[in-house]
């Protein structure tokens, strides 16, 4: 089964500063996509930027950027130029790639709750 | 475009009751996903519904339950509740799974608050 694991329960950053969430995961795939989600206090959950597993390129989506380590499992996230409206609670996400019986199950890990100091 | 919607948005019952609840998925969206998240933890996926049918199942009692109906709408029911069954309990909607090369990001919705007393 696959898991994923946020070691880091809370985080702080200044605004403005650049912060650097951590991520781990463990699977057996070779196909699989992962996921950074924000959910603010509005609960509602929010996709940040997603990381093809095929695709080396780390992605970016302005302000953020993951560091994909595939060998190591590792996908951290990076917020640049933070601002106050990305305090939030931040989770990582596995989901296997297309084709698999459990195709489309989403993983998430435990979180990680981010404040944003002015 | 309406995103994904689910309803009531906040529920209390007591222990021993059902409930049901219910969402709509985004438009275009035929697979709808449902996930119990506990305060201050991850969503932990209950199950997945697609024409219809129940396709997946994450590890959860036979106490919960879904449905789809035609319109791809859904409900997830939960008999005999237990006061662990507080959270809040998340729809996901996405396209037709398992299709390769076919973007099946999920659009959630904006969650409803079980509280069981």
């Known amino acids: 089964a696959q898991t994923v694991t946020q070691s880091q329960p809370e985080m702080s950053v200044q605004e403005a500063e650049t912060v650097t969430l951590s991520c781990t995961y463990d699977?057996?795939?070779?196909?699989?996509?992962l996921f950074w989600y924000k959910q603010p206090p509005s609960r509602q959950m929010i996709l940040v930027i997603r990381q093809e597993a095929y695709k080396q390129q780390n992605a970016t989506e302005n302000r953020f950027s993951v560091n994909f380590q595939k060998a190591a499992k590792s996908f951290s996230l990076k917020i640049s130029d933070s601002q106050l409206g990305d305090a939030a609670m931040y989770f990582c996400a596995y989901r296997r790639g297309a084709g698999g019986t459990s195709y489309g199950k989403l993983t998430f890990g435990q979180g990680t709750i981010l404040t944003v100091h002015p | 475009d309406a995103g994904v919607t689910q309803s009531p948005t906040h529920l209390i019952k007591t222990r021993g009751q059902q409930v049901t609840l219910r969402c709509s998925p985004k438009s275009g969206h035929d697979t709808v996903s449902w996930y119990q998240q506990a305060l201050g933890q991850g969503p932990q996926f209950i199950f997945q519904y697609y024409e219809e049918e129940e396709r997946q199942r994450g590890n959860f009692p036979d106490r919960f339950s879904g449905h789809q109906y035609p319109n791809y709408s859904s409900e997830l029911n939960v008999n005999a509740l237990l006061l662990g069954d507080s959270a809040l309990y998340l729809c996901?909607?996405?396209?037709?799974?398992?299709?390769?090369?076919?973007?099946?990001?999920?659009?959630f919705g904006p969650g409803t608050r079980l509280t069981v007393l």
């Open positions: 699977t057996s795939e070779s196909d699989y996509y």
């Open positions: 996901a909607s996405s396209g037709k799974p398992g299709l390769a090369g076919v973007d099946n990001e999920q659009f």
